[in-house]
């Protein structure tokens, strides 16, 4: 198998991240491969806030939980995602969703029918570059609800975001904590051939 395609099929999602934060050029060349994915009509127009403040990176973790189980008991809707790297779904003790991991990106888009794609080939782009320098990532959605509380705004003004802007996802990047997860099999019967 090609080198790199087999370097991918050892990413996987990370929650447990070290203190230590992500040094600056290995954040350039991860941020380098995010401005490199594609764009519809290369449009080029998304931004991506990087923010290495814990107290925000909390709030908004915090906030990010929230919204995923709201005024429902965890129990109702949890399912297990990871025994290695556990989420707030396999876990309820875990109040921060972004996993006090050291660097959080936000990844804005133009609000069009493609923000979502647009948003979700730069993340991609940038879990595999945070793992092929040998760093942990986790790709993070809900972050539309997540920026449209008045935290959320409050904060996007202050990052100076465009206002035609949409929030998609976030980013959590940091140095891995402990052993590195094993692989989750992959389900069969995905590809069909025609
Ligand atoms: C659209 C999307 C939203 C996600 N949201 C969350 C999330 O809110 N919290 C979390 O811990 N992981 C989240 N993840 C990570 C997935 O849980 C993870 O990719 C999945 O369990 C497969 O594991 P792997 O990435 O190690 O292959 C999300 C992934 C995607 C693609």
Same mark, same amino acid.
């Given at each position: 198998?090609?080198?790199?395609? !087999?370097?991918?099929?050892?990413?996987?999602?990370?929650?447990?991240?070290?203190?230590?934060?992500?040094?600056?050029?290995?954040?350039?060349?991860?941020?380098?491969?995010?401005?490199?994915?594609?764009?519809?009509?290369?449009?080029?127009?998304?931004?991506?806030?990087?923010?290495?403040?814990?107290?925000?990176?909390?709030?908004?973790?915090?906030?990010?939980?929230?919204?995923?189980?709201?005024?429902?008991?965890?129990?109702?809707?949890?399912?297990?995602?990871?025994?290695?790297?556990?989420?707030?779904?396999?876990?309820?003790?875990?109040?921060?969703?972004?996993?006090?991991?050291?660097?959080?990106?936000?990844?804005?888009?133009?609000?069009?029918?493609?923000?979502?794609?647009?948003?979700?080939?730069?993340?991609?782009?940038?879990? &595999?570059?945070?793992?092929?320098?040998?760093?942990?990532?986790?790709?993070?959605?809900?972050?539309?609800?997540?920026?449209?509380?008045?935290?959320?705004?409050? &904060?996007?003004?202050?990052?100076?975001?465009?206002?035609?802007?949409?929030?998609?996802?976030?980013?959590?990047?940091?140095?891995?904590?402990?052993?590195?997860?094993?692989?989750?099999?992959?389900? !069969?019967?995905?590809?069909?051939?025609?």
């Amino acid at each position: 198998m090609n080198e790199l395609i !087999e370097k991918m099929t050892t990413r996987h999602a990370i929650r447990r991240f070290q203190k230590k934060q992500v040094e600056e050029d290995v954040l350039q060349q991860i941020l380098t491969a995010g401005l490199y994915a594609p764009s519809a009509g290369n449009n080029q127009y998304s931004r991506i806030v990087v923010c290495q403040d814990s107290e925000i990176n909390e709030k908004l973790g915090r906030i990010s939980r929230y919204m995923m189980f709201k005024d429902k008991d965890p129990k109702s809707v949890s399912h297990s995602v990871s025994a290695d790297q556990p989420s707030i779904m396999d876990d309820f003790t875990i109040m921060n969703g972004f996993y006090d991991a050291p660097t959080v990106l936000t990844i804005f888009t133009r609000s069009s029918q493609y923000s979502h794609d647009d948003a979700a080939m730069i993340g991609e782009n940038i879990l &595999l570059a945070a793992h092929f320098l040998g760093l942990g990532a986790c790709y993070i959605g809900r972050t539309g609800e997540v920026f449209a509380t008045e935290y959320g705004q409050q &904060l996007r003004k202050e990052w100076g975001v465009p206002e035609d802007m949409v929030a998609v996802c976030n980013i959590l990047i940091g140095y891995i904590d402990g052993p590195i997860p094993s692989s989750k099999p992959r389900k !069969e019967g995905r590809i069909i051939r025609v």
